[in-house]
């Protein structure tokens, strides 16, 4: 059975930092296309950061520096550090995760292309 299950979310003060987990069953992240995605009410969701197969890794240009996506496959986990934290980054955080194919890396796909889909970790950052 597949399962996507994300924790870490909760508020924090500007300035402050998160680090979101990914536990992932059913499948293994290290031959998977992994990514964090975030949403707003009213809003498209939206890549934050994509790590590939390979391991190379891409960010959004709004969290670039500040965030750090990785991951530890002997735990089968993802993660998401979250850096210098603004208020802005409020959303709700989504792991997603794609299987093996052709992908350059190059850019952070669009939330359709990404299979499985954990049910989100809220992250409310207060000025």
């Known amino acids: 059975q597949v399962q996507t299950v994300e924790s870490g979310g909760g508020p924090v003060q500007a300035g402050g930092s998160l680090r979101l987990s990914c536990a992932a069953s059913?499948?293994?992240?290290?031959?998977?296309?992994m990514g964090w995605f975030r949403q707003v009410p009213g809003a498209e969701r939206e890549g934050v950061a994509v790590?590939?197969?390979?391991?190379?890794?891409r960010y959004a240009d709004a969290v670039q520096g500040r965030f750090t996506i990785s991951k530890d496959n002997a735990k089968n986990t993802l993660y998401l550090q979250m850096n210098s934290l603004k208020p802005e980054d409020t959303a709700m955080y989504y792991c997603?995760?794609?299987?093996?194919?052709?992908?350059?890396?190059?850019?952070?796909?669009?939330?359709?292309?990404?299979?499985?889909w954990g049910q989100g970790t809220q992250v409310t950052v207060s000025s």
């Open positions: 059913g499948y293994t992240i290290s031959t998977y296309h």
């Open positions: 997603a995760a794609q299987s093996p194919g052709q992908y350059s890396g190059r850019y952070i796909p669009k939330w359709g292309w990404f299979r499985y």
């Open positions: 790590i590939a197969s390979d391991g190379s890794t």
